[in-house]
């Protein structure tokens, strides 16, 4: 465990390098992945990676990539009470997740791609960006939208913040 952290921890540092970029369409690799299922109003995030982070390291799981976030569905499409979304990190296809924990897998698949810059409350536009090309491309979108972020925002001001916005995606 003690050389995974450190690992990880570059793995972090170098995402949060990078810069913004534009949308791209890539393959993305299946991965299994523990996660803390949610519903209703996104205000409660900050509670909910509480419980899910203390949760994950007391089982003793290894995160195998960055922490995420999964909408399930939209504001614009349910109600607030109804919002459907997952907290997670990627783990081995083997790992042993208990409750309140479940066990995930994401398909390979297609994705469009881009990292936004800035603060997280104003992720908007990137979507807006995302969707777009998304339909300029002649495609649709074919799953949930994760958000993977690539850094702390304990440790960084929110103008350096960096969240990967991927979209499953497939032709019209």
């Known amino acids: 465990m003690k050389k995974t952290i450190p690992a990880f921890a570059a793995v972090v540092l170098l995402a ?13 690799e299946p991965f299994a992945y523990a996660y803390l299922e949610c519903r209703g109003s996104y205000a409660q995030m ?18 195998l990539g960055s922490f995420f976030a999964m909408y399930l ?3 614009a499409e349910v109600k607030e009470e109804d919002l459907l979304w997952r907290l997670g990190f990627p783990v081995a296809a ?3 997740v208990a409750a309140p924990l479940q066990k995930g897998e994401c398909r ?3 994705i469009a791609v881009y990292v936004h810059a800035g603060p997280y409350d104003k992720v908007s536009g990137s979507y807006a960006k995302v969707f777009a090309f ?13 958000e993977k972020y690539l850094n702390n925002p304990m440790q960084v001001k929110p103008e350096e ?12």
């Open 16 to 28: 949060a390098l990078l810069p913004a970029q534009e949308v791209r369409i890539m393959d993305a």
């Open 46 to 63: 900050p509670a909910k990676i509480n419980e899910f982070m203390g949760a994950f390291f007391r089982q003793g799981l290894m995160p």
């Open 73 to 75: 569905n939209a504001p």
């Open 94 to 96: 083997d790992a042993a």
């Open 108 to 110: 390979a698949a297609k």
């Open 134 to 146: 998304i339909g300029d491309q002649g495609l649709k979108p074919s799953g949930p939208c994760i």
């Open 161 to 172: 913040l960096r969240t990967e916005i991927s979209v499953p995606v497939e032709k019209k």
